[in-house]
C-alpha cells in the first residue's frame, strides 16, 4: 500500500521561500507521475504543479516562474522548491500519486 507524507511547510513572510518534501513508500514511485496541490480555505483543491517519469513538468500559471519540482528516485521523494512567497500561496499543499494523498502541510505566507 502507497503511503505519503509531506514535510516543509511552515509561516513565512511574503518574498521568502520554502521547500516542500513528499516521501513516497512502495515500489510504483519510481514509474508514477508526482504532484503537487493546494486547497485555500473556502476553495477547491488546485494543482500546482506536476512532474512525470521521465521528468516532463507543468505548472500552474500562477506559479509559474516562481516554483520547482523535481524528484528524486533514489529516495522515493518529490520536492516543490517555492521562492517570491505570496500570501495567496496560503493553502494546504498535498502531495499526489495516482489516487493516493498524503495527509498535507500547511503553508502560511504573511503580507
Known amino acids: 500500500q502507497v503511503r505519503l507524507v509531506e514535510s516543509g511547510g511552515d509561516l513565512v513572510q511574503a518574498g521568502g521561500s520554502l521547500r516542500l518534501s513528499c516521501a513516497a513508500s512502495g515500489s510504483t514511485f519510481r514509474t508514477a507521475p508526482m504532484g503537487w496541490y493546494r486547497q485555500a480555505p473556502g476553495k477547491h483543491r488546485d494543482m500546482v504543479a506536476i512532474?512525470?517519469?521521465?521528468?516532463?513538468?507543468n505548472y500552474a500559471d500562477s506559479v509559474k516562474g516562481r516554483f520547482t519540482i523535481s524528484r528524486d528516485n533514489a529516495k522515493n521523494t518529490i520536492y516543490l522548491q517555492m521562492n517570491s512567497l505570496k500570501p495567496e500561496d496560503t493553502a494546504l499543499y498535498y502531495c499526489?500519486?495516482?489516487?493516493?494523498w498524503g495527509q498535507g502541510t500547511q503553508v502560511t505566507v504573511s503580507s
Open positions: 499526489r500519486m495516482y489516487e493516493t
Open positions: 512532474i512525470t517519469i521521465d521528468g516532463n513538468r
